[in-house]
């Protein structure tokens, strides 16, 4: 039997691998005796959660329904970060089938690690969400799994520090030592791990900044120390790995506050201190992205004209679609997915979002110097993908594929049958 491992590197872009500063050896070592794409396309708005979703499902957000890394929930008008799964269970947010609810079906063992969109989710038999909350990590870790982490001497109490920008790459060592032990004790036949810090320092300080470099060598060694622990024999002759990123990374020079526009324009309200209390419209940051949600019970489609055309005019933005716009971007419309906005705006290379309303200045320095979330046709936006082990070409380079092809192809693996997705099972990663 073929045991599968998806390792996510969060925001290792594919132009790392070509990058001589980039201190690979374990990856690099996987790449001689496997398979790496050239770029990999991913999903908009390239962020975190619709990326990860799309990765195990086969399908853009139009139909998984994962559509942002942060919404605005229309009944309570407040924002809600999908980031950490707070607030929904993984059959409450996705719409389509995971690869690995067809291989709990199919009776094959599965193990998540910190992945996206898993919270609640009945199909994973060991499953350690992504929570970035401390109360959230107490009360929504399957308790079967909290057990196991006490007895392991986890701390228990840290989690919700250790998930936090500048500590993730304490939780990191926690993912790489706790996958060895899921291998050991659960042998799963599909095993999906996700490392944070190389995302996390490019936000902070930069795509190709010491620190990220720093980043991407200390996740690979950590990947090197999981791999050394499966037994030699098996890790060649029963282990498939694909090693793939959710996004590439742009560097930020200035950032755009569109609800300081709003509420300038006077569609945005405010209070004394600064926090939003009412209006007819309301901007959610996707880091590189952004909705514009139409909020009461005016004229809608007339208030969306006039900020289409306001918001479009600002410095920065490169991009503004209407629902029209929508399905040729992979995403559903507001009447089929409540959770998208009314109007889709994108930050041009060198620009972010945030969803500050205070202030006067629409465009200021940045406080993060790294970003994705724009469309996956920039160049530095490109994901990255990497397959090794039985039946897998070795040494061999693909051009581009879409991140879509990865569900498929890991279902070929593992014998599974997935139905329809917009992705290929990926035939030219196969030895003849």
Request: hydrophobic share 45%; charged share 20%.
């Amino acid at each position: 039997m073929t045991r599968a491992i998806v390792i996510s590197i969060d925001g290792l872009a594919a132009f790392y691998w070509d990058d001589p500063a980039a201190s690979l050896p374990a990856l690099r070592a996987l790449g001689e005796r496997g398979i790496v794409a050239g770029r990999m396309e991913t999903v908009f708005p390239s962020t975190t959660w619709p990326a990860h979703v799309s990765l195990v499902t086969g399908v853009s957000p139009a139909r998984h329904g994962v559509v942002g890394n942060s919404i605005l929930n229309r009944a309570t008008a407040r924002p809600e970060d999908l980031t950490g799964d707070p607030v929904y269970d993984a059959p409450d947010l996705l719409r389509a089938p995971t690869v690995y609810d067809h291989a709990r079906a199919a009776g094959l063992r599965t193990a998540a690690i910190d992945w996206p969109a898993t919270r609640n989710c009945a199909s994973i038999d060991f499953c350690l969400p992504f929570f970035k909350d401390q109360k959230i990590f107490e009360t929504q870790t399957p308790r079967a799994v909290w057990t196991e982490l006490g007895s392991l001497g986890y701390p228990l109490d840290r989690q919700g520090e250790w998930a936090q920008l500048p500590k993730r790459f304490l939780k990191d060592a926690m993912v790489a030592d706790l996958a060895a032990h899921v291998v050991r004790r659960h042998a799963p036949d599909l095993l999906l791990l996700h490392f944070l810090c190389v995302d996390s320092f490019q936000h902070l300080h930069g795509p190709r900044s010491p620190e990220a470099y720093w980043a991407i060598a200390y996740v690979d060694g950590l990947i090197g120390r999981f791999l050394a622990t499966l037994p030699a024999a098996e890790l060649t002759d029963h282990t498939v790995l694909f090693v793939v990123s959710d996004h590439g990374f742009l560097p930020v020079a200035r950032e755009i506050r569109m609800n300081v526009r709003l509420r300038q324009l006077g569609a945005l309200r405010v209070d004394a201190g600064g926090r939003v209390s009412g209006g007819e419209a309301r901007f959610v940051m996707n880091h590189g992205a952004g909705y514009l949600y139409a909020l009461g019970a005016g004229n809608h489609e007339r208030l969306l004209r006039d900020l289409a055309a306001e918001l479009a005019a600002l410095e920065g933005v490169a991009g503004v679609w209407t629902e029209a716009g929508y399905a040729a971007l992979g995403l559903p419309t507001p009447s089929e997915n409540a959770h998208v906005g009314d109007l889709l705006v994108e930050a041009a290379p060198g620009y972010c979002f945030v969803d500050d309303a205070r202030g006067d200045d629409i465009v200021g320095p940045p406080r993060y110097r790294g970003t994705h979330g724009q469309r996956p046709t920039y160049p530095d936006n490109g994901a990255f993908f990497l397959a090794a082990g039985p039946g897998i070409a070795r040494g061999k380079r693909l051009a581009q594929i879409r991140s879509r092809d990865v569900a498929p192809t890991l279902a070929h693996v593992l014998g599974l049958k997935i139905g329809a997705t917009e992705g290929r099972a990926l035939g030219e990663v196969f030895a003849a």
